[in-house]
């Protein structure tokens, strides 16, 4: 089981903690949402509990609930910037079978 950083995702998310002050690393996580059933969660994790499970990209800790690892095994996070305004991170999951129309929401 894995959840990635890219290089970029990674620089990005150090640069958001050193800003912030603190922090462990990344928390990821999904929720019931949307027409497809799953959204992602995104936040700063601060700590880790039993109830979660911590993996390491490029010197950056992403920390997953056990109940969403099984909808983003294998997923890849990357952050894009194409210019100022339109910039932010990209899931490659390789267990989406389906997603909404939108973007939002997807199912696994």
């Known amino acids: 089981m894995a959840v990635e950083l890219t290089e970029s995702a990674a620089r990005h998310i150090a ?3 050193v ?10 996580g999904t929720k019931k949402s949307g027409c497809s059933g799953f959204s992602y969660v995104v936040d700063y994790a ?6 979660d499970v911590v993996f390491e ?3 950056v800790k ?3 609930d056990k109940q969403s690892l099984q909808q983003i ?3 890849e ?3 894009l910037k194409t210019n100022a305004i339109n910039q932010g991170f990209e899931f490659r999951n390789p267990n989406v079978k389906d997603a909404c129309g939108c973007g939002e ?4």
């Open 15 to 17: 640069n958001m903690l």
């Open 19 to 28: 800003k912030r002050g603190q922090g462990l690393g990344l928390r990821l």
């Open 46 to 51: 601060d700590a880790a509990s039993d109830n």
């Open 57 to 59: 990209s490029h010197g």
């Open 62 to 64: 992403v920390v997953v």
């Open 73 to 75: 095994d294998g997923l």
């Open 77 to 79: 996070v990357d952050y």
């Open 105 to 108: 929401s997807f199912s696994v």
